[in-house]
Each structure stands twice: as C-alpha cells, then as structure tokens.
C-alpha cells in the first residue's frame, strides 16, 4: 500500500479513534487517567479490539467513500461497523477468558464513541471543504434544474463538491414541491416560469432531471427556454444510473431526438429471429443510414450469412469494418455492387443464394433528382426491377422494398420513382413464388443530408439556418425504429403487402429550426438567423402516408399498418414501363418525365416551383 495514499490516512486515522475509544470507555468507567492501574496503553484487548474494528470497517466499505461526500449513508455505515464490531469483540472476548476484566458499560459505551470519533472528523471535514468552495462560488456555472426527484438530489449533492457548477434554484410542476427545499436548494416555480428565472438569477445551464420526462413537457423546456441563452444538458434514468455509479460526467446535451420524443418501440424479436435463423439475408444500399442498421440489427441474430450491398466504397467499408469487429461468428460479406447491374446481381445472388432480401438502395434527395429525372429513375425503378426480378428468378422467399411517404400523390420525381416501384413490386407478386412486401414511411432522424444533420452544421457556422417555408411539416422517426419496425413488417407482411409505419404526428420545420438552436445554448433571431428561401424545386408542403382510398387495417404491431387498396394499374401499365425504361436509358429528361405521369397520373410535376413569401 502507497502510505502517502489519501486511504492509507484514513485507515490510520480509524485505527487510533478505535484505540481511543476503547481507552475512553475505560477511562469513563473508571473516572481515572490512563496511569490507573486497571489500565494499560496497549495489550491484547487493544490488539483485538483494534484488528476487529478495522476488518469490520472494512466489510461496511468505510474506505471506500471519500470524506469529502460524507453523508447519511457514511454515517449508518459507520454506525453498523461499530455495533457489530462491538458484539464480535464481546464474543471473542467471551471465548478466550470469558471477558473477564472487561466490564460491561465499557462495552456499552465503546460503539457509541466510537461512532462520534469516527463520525465528526468526516462530517468536519465534508463542511469544511463545502465552506471553501461556496467562497470560490463565481467560478462556477449557475445551473437551474428541471425536476425536484431523486435525480436532483444527486444531482446537487455532487455538484456541491464540483468546481463546475452551482445549483441557483429547481423548477417543478409538481404542487407539491412547490416553495419546498432541496438540499438548501429551493423549488422557485414551474417550468412556464423558466424563462423569468433565468434572467433573474443569471442562470448559463439547465439541467433536466426529471425522470422519464414527456417529449411534450421536453418541448415544453425548450420552448421556455429559448430567449435565455442558456445550455440544455439532461441525466439518463435512475435505471441507469445507480447512487454509486453517478457522476457529473453523466451529462449529455438535450438533443432533437428528446424533443421529438418517439416511444421506445418494442418488436416481437423471437418471432423475427425464429423467421430469420439459418437463413442467408442480403441487404441492397447496406452502408446507407437505413441499409447499415438493418445491418447492425440483424447481425446480432443467429444468420447463416449476410450479405451487404453498396455502391459508395466508403459506406461499404465502414459497415463492414463495424460488423467484422463486432461479430466474429457471423459470416458477412460485402460487395461492391450498382443494383442498375442485373448481370452482377445474377452473379451475386447465384453465389450467395439469399433467403430474404432487404432493398434499401435508392436516390432520395429531392431538388438533385428533380435536376437529374433520369438517373433518379435509373436508379430508383431499374434498380428496384432488377432486385424484384432476380429475387424472383432465385425464388427468394421474402423481399421487403423500403419506401417513403414522398410516393403517396407525389410531387417530384423521387416520389413518383418510389411509387412505380412500388407498383412494380406488388406487379411481380402475382406470379411469383416470391412474396414482396412494401414498407413506407417518412424521414428518419439523422439520415445523411436529411434536414436535421443540415441544421446541425448551418447553427455550427452561425447561420443563418434555412426553413423553405414557415408552415411546412414532416414526419420524423428514429433511424433504429424505422429498421426495427422494417424487420417486424418482413415477418407480418406477404403478398405485396404495403405496410406504413406510425410515423405519430407531423412535426413543424420551423419550429424544429428554432428549437435545435435553442438546444445549441443560442438565440433564434438573435445569436442566430431562421431564413425563409422559398420552396424548392418538387417540394411539397406537407406529406401523407397513405393515398385516401387507401383504408389503414390494425396488424398484430399497433405500430404497422397494413394498407388495404382500391388503386389498380394502369391497362396499358407494362407497356408504359417499357417505355420509360427506354426513354431513361437514353437519357430524355423530358420525355420521360411525361411517361412519369401517365404511370403515376396522380403526379403532380412542378420542377420550377419556388414560392417565397411577401412580408409587407
């Protein structure tokens, strides 16, 4: 042991208050100094005594806290350690002479002194410190905390000792925290009042220690939050946190995906196991932010083999390095591949001989495809042909399209490719051992080039950050939910089936522009600019997630809706097909985008479309 070690102190400092105090209790007993006759400095009671107290101190974990946090359960400690020590000493003591010479008011009064010496100098020395550093209290960052639970009482008891930050105040709407007092810490209000007790006690940091706090109460800091320049930061859950294990560290800045607040989905994951066990499974677009974590889900079941495709080297070595590092047992492969290649798909799927088919590879950015029809068609229709065909040569059991909402009465190219694949897909079905299911929701939070990460690097450089139009909505789901809710759909889904996931309610761009700045500890409309640049090209304002003949059908998953329709195909659709195939091979914008229509004529082109609007 480092005898310069804080510990080895402490140790030291126990072992002499226990000499003292069994010396003390005689002295008491006595009313004599220790020149008495009945007493000696040091003897084999003192041994015992001594080598008993500090084993025991040690089973109750005495050196293992720090004086510096001396606190209730400390001092219940030390009160075990010293009336079990005591009944130990009183046995041996028994066993060896009977205790004889040993009276029994010393044995008495022995724990409870032992508990004041051992108590007071840890409490002395917690005060102490807590009186130097409240003097350097300037230094600190004030810090509002939002919930009066058990999060915030460790919360303050931590922060006490921390150079880092000084708790000026709590705000709960719970009645009756109300005026209460936490640690010396009052409760000032109610989160309506945040933004009032921000200025007033020039707060730089809240702190959200609410336990399983709402998305909605969530919004609701936020949006009180958002004139006071202050930085957001939250604690996980108690059931993360345990009283032993809590630091300061713990930590993290509220993020978007707080505010947004999607449930915590849960999947029926043996019966996705149970489907996928044994099985080779190949995923189209895998190093994609879809592609990889169906990837990453899928990996930790009991495969005979994954297969992951991908056009983009980088993606497809990221992916790939982060399976091999993770899953040792698990056979994957991973090919660079254009699904727009049928002749290498043949090759692939001869080699690898999938099971089930996952097809995430497509081009989803809008104004670039508006820009590009053909590629996006190339890609999006010839690509999904291609996979739908070769599953269907090799008698794939299952393949499951990853959609989007954008193919619901589209308005730009994207969509409407979606949407032709879709049909396609549902097409093939009819005669085809190959069940084909559709998947369709909105966008997923994080994506790469997606508004959420766009956002995040435009507040980065100060702005300002740009909204198309004040009044436009998306909907927005967690990447991990989508690809959960993705695998659940391939077990209830067959026969062309389209499932759309419940994707909760739209969520305003604006108000999510404003609220990731708040988030980032700025000021919308001061520290940093909102822009209005009009619409763009093929944007729609709002989205939908099933047509209105549509009817939405409960499955077994409240979280996937199985689509029940009434749409057909075009008479003239496979020829129309052809055609579109032709005219996007060689490369007629136009035309082709004419054919578009008459196979979705639902679609509604508006390519040049930019709405900006008038503020006088």
């Not at 089973?59 to 946090?69: H, K, S, V």
């Not at 009991?302 to 070595?317: A, R, T």
């Not at 909907?475 to 991990?480: D, L």
Request: hydrophobic share 40%; aromatic share 8%.
């Amino acid at each position: 042991m480092n005898i310069f070690h804080p510990r080895f102190a402490v140790v030291l400092h126990d072992l002499f208050m226990t000499w003292l105090a069994w010396m003390l209790s005689y002295v008491i007993r006595y009313s004599v100094w220790v020149d008495s006759p009945e007493l000696s400095w040091f003897n084999y009671e003192f041994a015992t005594v001594i080598l008993v107290q500090g084993v025991i101190a040690y089973y109750f974990n005495l050196y293992r806290g720090l004086w510096r946090f001396a606190s209730v359960p400390d001092l219940i400690n030390i009160a075990k350690s010293a009336v079990v020590g005591t009944f130990i000493i009183a046995f041996i003591m028994f066993l060896v002479h009977r205790a004889d010479g040993v009276p029994r008011s010393v044995l008495l009064m022995y724990p409870f002194i032992l508990m004041v010496l051992w108590g007071v100098p840890r409490l002395t020395y917690r005060m102490f410190k807590d009186l130097t550093l409240h003097i350097n209290n300037s230094e600190k960052q004030r810090v509002l905390l939002v919930g009066a639970g058990r999060l915030a009482d460790m919360f303050i008891r931590h922060a006490h000792a921390s150079a880092l930050y000084e708790v000026v105040g709590i705000v709960d709407d719970e009645r009756n925290y109300k005026g209460s007092n936490l640690r010396g810490v009052k409760v000032l209000g109610g989160v309506a009042d945040i933004e009032k007790i921000c200025k007033k006690r020039e707060v730089r940091a809240i702190v959200v220690t609410k336990e399983n706090i709402s998305a909605s109460m969530m919004k609701e800091v936020v949006d009180n939050s958002m004139t006071s320049n202050c930085q957001l930061l939250t604690l996980p859950n108690l059931d993360k946190i345990t009283e032993k294990g809590f630091e300061i560290s713990h930590l993290t800045p509220v993020t978007i995906d707080d505010i947004l607040g999607r449930e915590k989905v849960s999947i029926d994951w043996s019966n996705v196991a149970k489907a996928v066990q044994g099985k080779s499974v190949l995923i189209t677009g895998g190093g994609g932010s879809i592609g990889s974590e169906l990837a990453r889900q899928l990996a930790q079941l009991d495969l005979k083999k994954l297969c992951i495709l991908d056009h983009s080297e980088f993606n497809l070595y990221q992916i790939d390095r982060e399976l091999s590092n993770k899953n040792n047992d698990l056979i994957t492969t991973s090919l660079l591949v254009n699904v727009t290649d049928k002749a290498h798909l043949q090759q692939i799927f001869s080699t690898i001989k999938p099971d089930i088919v996952f097809h995430a590879a497509a081009y989803k950015h809008v104004p670039l495809l508006e820009k590009m029809p053909c590629e996006g068609f190339i890609n999006n229709v010839i690509g999904t042909k291609n996979i739908v065909d070769t599953c269907h040569e090799f008698n794939v059991e299952k393949m499951v399209l990853v959609s989007t909402d954008k193919a619901v009465n589209p308005y730009n190219i994207m969509g409407a490719t979606k949407r032709i694949a879709e049909m396609y897909c549902q097409s093939r079905n009819k005669n085809s051992n190959t069940d084909y299911v559709i998947v369709r929701f909105g966008n997923v939070l994080g994506s790469a080039g997606s508004v959420v990460p766009l956002f995040k690097e435009q507040i980065a450089k100060g702005g300002p950050v740009t909204v198309t139009h004040e009044e436009m909505t998306r909907y927005f789901m967690t990447i991990t939910e989508a690809c959960q809710l993705i695998v659940q759909s391939m077990v209830l889904g067959s026969n062309g089936d389209i499932h759309v996931l419940d994707m909760g309610k739209p969520v305003s761009i604006l108000s999510l522009a404003n609220r990731m700045i708040s988030l980032s500890g700025k000021i919308p409309e001061v520290d940093i600019k909102v822009e209005i640049t009009g619409l763009r090209p093929g944007e729609k304002m709002h989205e939908q997630l099933y047509y209105d003949v549509e009817e939405l059908k409960h499955t077994s998953h409240n979280k996937i809706y199985h689509l029940q329709s009434t749409m057909k195909h075009s008479e003239s659709y496979e020829k129309l097909l052809k055609q579109a195939i032709k005219q996007a091979i060689q490369f007629q914008d136009v035309d082709l985008t004419q054919t578009i229509k008459k196979l979705v004529p639902e679609f509604v082109h508006q390519p040049h479309l930019k709405i900006v609007e008038n503020n006088n």
